[in-house]
């Protein structure tokens, strides 16, 4: 168990944003849950977070879908990578997409992990309970 | 036969072989209806007398020798005759003098005279004027002839014109225009005849019937007339002409004894009298005016002159009727041509298009058929050899160096070229090759048939029987016709140079037409990828666009029954459950679209693979419903190593496999795996073997009407639960990943029995 166990979903969908949250509830010791509906309030929510509190408010993991409106999830993944001060905190995907050249893009730019969307919610909620099962029990969370 | 020799027509041995040679300007004989005198100009007393003076005027020949013309004329027309023979130029050929009654003639005579050297040749034939003027009236004769030969408009019309008005004039029983080919056979090109005759248009004659001594002297007279085919001529006395001591070249002479040949062919043709005039083009011999009377007929000098004179003026017309023929046909080809290309620009016309319909290739040329040869198909229309027939003679064109720069080839003979062509002579003894591709692989044939083939229904001569003359039947137009059609067998009408010309024009325009046509192909590729592209950015939009809201729809429903649990009623609760399988279905069915399109396209590396190990993965894949099933996977023979894409191949497998399993309901399920080799056409008229892989059960089995259904997409032949769901996209896209292999799917079933999935990996 670690302190840090807020997380940044970055979801324009309210229906997948509210099957996350009511997921990630039901898991022990729920997280914090900072939602971005898009990718440059995400950004910029994680820049300023950094200005004001230093890095102890940071998201211990960031849950981030790929297809945004205005900055796409994909080039959100490259500017925290890119970001020396950001780059710590690992990025997992939660996306519709099963195309294989998203999958490898991601990994390619750092992603620590890739979820796809099913749409049954069931379904859905075990894929997430699994991510907070390994981010927040089995792994400790970066702290850096 | 010497020309220094005393010949005459009556002493000499003119036969069959050697009258190419007959000497037939020294005949040595005058037509007997006319009496032939040579003075020596420097006196002008006879040296020479034709026999029949005797006949005609009542004196020997011999008496008359060395005497002046007071013999025979009054003095004023002695002055008359002497001054004419003086002044006038007189060395080609005879001109009218003037017209009298002999001393000891019955009747009036026409003299007319020409010089040569020291010899004036003086003829005399009897004249059917009356009182004078007498100057021969020419003009009002041909006048209004020639008024009506210019509106024919053809070269044929036109000539038929100058046959009507050459017997209008004479009055003789037939008249035709004979033309001679490149070759100098012939053929009645026009005719005019008496109603009861038998046509001799269209009939060919053979080089040797006018041969070419005949021809030359054709050249140098304008009309040369027999009145009486029968009647014995007159020789000249003494035969030798004591000033030149040579015999009397009697090349201008209008008395000239005719041919022994000439005479008894027209004898066989049962004519009695005959006037022919030469056609002359350019200075050659183009054709003649011939005509046949049945029974003797004499024509006064006059209206030979004014025949004459329509022979010349014919004769001066002729290059520009024909050329005027000529250039209408050129004009059509060109317009066809323009047609044909219009027709072949349009985007959705192919080539072979142009075979037929209106027009078509077949009117661009004057043809008996047409073949378009392109990528080894063979489009046809008129009458031409069959396609298998066409096939070796464009193999055999390929192989030949010959032809121009361009392989535009052209035959008129084409069995003397190419053996095989014997066999198809009737329908392509002519051809005119065109390439329209660099390969030579694809072409344009046009196709003549057999020259005799097109005129033997129409000049066969039918005559009337006849006494044959001692020469036999040679001297026949029915034996010239079948010399003639000897010559030409094997032979077809030559093509012209304004007919391969346009061929040659009508190459380069198919070509212009061929790369438009690969440069439209080019371009809808272009915008075919475009599409695919398009496709692919669809496929993309409904992996997530669509599934995206689906999901929220889905989402909402099950926080609908978390949150208002115990508020919905137990309807309210399964209607939304509704609510939540059908989107879950919506998204499996979209998720087998894009694996549908992805199976079509993406990435396709074929190497070879052992197909056990494909089976293998299948089976793992399988193993829990193999194992909930009960069922038996055979594999009777271990499976060939094949080149193939091993993904999408064990997805067949599965696919097949897994199907086997859900549509069973017997106790005792199998599944058996095997191959077969099977014969296929190979789509060239042979066979091959091919490898045809099968996946047999003995499950519910399909109807025979739905073996085609079960490939198509999302079709299902049964309830959606039972035999355990699934999207019915499985076949289509085992059909599809067989498709790009190159191979083909079947399906064979007995209802109740089982099933059996066929399948081929390309060759």
């Not at chain 2, 060395?66 to 005759?81: E, H, K, M």
């Not at chain 2, 050249?219 to 040369?224: D, Y």
């Not at chain 2, 038996?632 to 897994?658: A, H, K, Q, W």
């Amino acid at each position: 168990m670690v302190a840090n166990r807020t997380i940044l979903l970055v979801e324009d969908s309210d229906a997948d944003s509210e099957a996350t949250v009511r997921a990630l509830g039901r898991c022990v010791g729920s997280p914090a849950v900072y939602r971005c509906a898009d990718g440059d309030s995400a950004l910029t929510f994680l820049r300023q977070l950094d200005r004001v509190d230093g890095l102890a408010s940071r998201p211990a993991v960031i849950l981030l879908d790929l297809n945004l409106p205005g900055t796409d999830g994909r080039e959100v993944l490259e500017q925290i990578k890119a970001d020396d001060a950001l780059k710590h905190i690992p990025v997992v995907i939660l996306t519709t997409s099963a195309a294989s050249a998203d999958v490898a893009f991601c990994y390619r730019h750092g992603a620590s992990g890739y979820i796809v969307k099913p749409v049954d919610l069931a379904k859905f909620a075990a894929r997430v309970q699994q991510f907070h099962a390994y981010w927040f029990e089995a792994v400790e969370p970066s702290t850096a | 036969m010497t020309d220094n020799s005393a010949y005459s027509i009556k002493s000499g041995e003119v036969t069959l072989t050697n009258c190419d040679r007959e000497p037939v300007h020294i005949p040595g004989c005058v037509l007997s209806h006319g009496v032939l005198l040579v003075l020596r100009r420097s006196d002008l007393t006879v040296v020479q007398a034709s026999a029949n003076t005797s006949a005609l005027f009542g004196v020997e020949p011999t008496v008359l020798l060395g005497r002046g013309l007071d013999a025979l004329l009054a003095p004023d027309q002695v002055d008359v005759l002497a001054h004419f023979l003086r002044t006038e130029r007189l060395e080609n050929g005879p001109l009218f003098a003037l017209t009298a009654i002999p001393t000891g003639a019955s009747g009036p005579f026409d003299v007319t005279a020409h010089t040569q050297g020291e010899l004036a040749v003086v003829e005399w034939e009897p004249s059917t004027r009356t009182g004078l003027p007498a100057n021969p009236d020419y003009y009002s004769l041909v006048k209004r002839s020639v008024s009506r030969l210019q509106t024919a408009t053809t070269l044929r019309g036109y000539c038929e014109a100058v046959t009507a008005e050459v017997r209008a004039l004479t009055g003789l029983d037939r008249v035709m225009v004979y033309r001679f080919q490149s070759d100098n056979s012939g053929w009645v090109f026009a005719e005019s005849k008496r109603d009861d005759l038998n046509t001799y248009l269209d009939q060919h004659y053979p080089a040797a019937d006018i041969p070419l001594p005949a021809r030359q002297l054709f050249l140098k007279l304008w009309h040369r007339l027999v009145p009486d085919v029968r009647a014995e001529p007159a020789e000249l006395v003494p035969l030798t002409n004591p000033v030149t001591n040579a015999p009397l070249d009697m090349t201008y002479c209008s008395l000239r004894g005719a041919s022994v040949m000439y005479t008894e062919y027209l004898q066989n043709m049962g004519v009695s009298a005959a006037l022919v005039m030469p056609l002359v083009r350019d200075g050659h011999l183009w054709g003649l005016i011939a005509t046949h009377h049945y029974s003797p007929k004499y024509i006064p000098h006059h209206v030979r002159a004014a025949c004459e004179f329509l022979a010349q003026v014919v004769s001066l017309q002729l290059a520009a009727a024909e050329d005027r023929e000529g250039q209408e046909y050129k004009l059509r080809i060109r317009s066809v041509h323009e047609s044909l290309v219009l027709r072949a620009a349009t985007t959705d016309t192919s080539l072979s298009d142009l075979v037929t319909g209106s027009p078509g290739l077949l009117d661009l040329l004057d043809a008996g058929g047409v073949a378009l040869v392109q990528g080894g198909a063979v489009r046809t229309a008129g009458r031409t050899p069959s396609p298998e027939q066409i096939g070796a003679l464009v193999g055999w064109l390929r192989d030949r160096t010959e032809g121009g720069a361009d392989g535009v080839t052209h035959t008129n003979a084409l069995p003397a070229v190419y053996k095989p062509a014997a066999v198809f002579k009737d329908t392509a003894c002519g051809l005119l090759a065109v390439p329209i591709s660099r390969s030579r692989r694809d072409l344009l044939l046009w196709f003549r048939p057999e020259h005799i083939a097109t005129v033997v229904w129409a000049g066969y001569p039918t005559e009337k029987d006849v006494q044959i003359g001692p020469h036999g039947p040679r001297l026949t137009p029915r034996k010239s016709f079948d010399l003639w059609r000897e010559s030409v067998e094997g032979m077809a009408p030559a093509w012209s140079e304004a007919e391969v010309e346009a061929a040659r024009r009508f190459r380069v325009a198919v070509l212009d037409v061929v790369v438009g046509h690969a440069e439209q192909v080019a371009k809808l590729n272009k915008e075919l990828e475009a599409h695919v592209e398009e496709l692919d950015a669809f496929a993309y939009v409904a992996s997530h666009d669509l599934k995206e809201p689906l999901r929220g729809i889905h989402n909402y429903a099950a926080f609908l029954i978390e949150d208002y649990q115990g508020k919905l009623g137990t309807d309210g609760e399964v209607k939304l459950r509704a609510m939540m399988r059908l989107s879950q279905r919506m998204e499996s069915l979209i998720e087998s679209l894009l694996h549908y399109s992805r199976t079509g396209r993406g990435e396709f590396v074929v190497r070879d693979k052992d197909l056990n190990a494909v089976l293998r993965g299948a089976r793992e894949m399988l193993q829990a419903r193999l194992q909930e099933t009960a069922a038996d996977l055979r594999v009777p023979r271990p499976l060939p190593t094949v080149r193939c894409e091993p993904v999408m191949v064990g997805e067949v497998f599965g696919n097949l496999i897994s199907n086997a399993l859900k549509y069973n309901d017997k106790p005792d399920k199998w599944v058996e795996v095997g191959y077969e080799g099977r014969t296929e056409p190979d789509g060239e008229g042979g066979t091959k073997s091919v490898t045809a892989f099968y996946v047999r059960d003995n499950g519910i089995g399909i109807p025979a009407k739905h073996h085609d259904a079960v490939f198509r997409i999302f079709k299902r032949l049964h309830a959606r639960d039972k035999f355990g769901g699934g999207t019915g996209a499985g076949l289509t896209i085992v059909k599809k990943v067989v498709e790009r292999h190159g191979g083909r799917i079947w399906v064979e079933s007995t209802e109740g029995e089982g099933t059996t999935f066929y399948f081929t990996l390309g060759g």
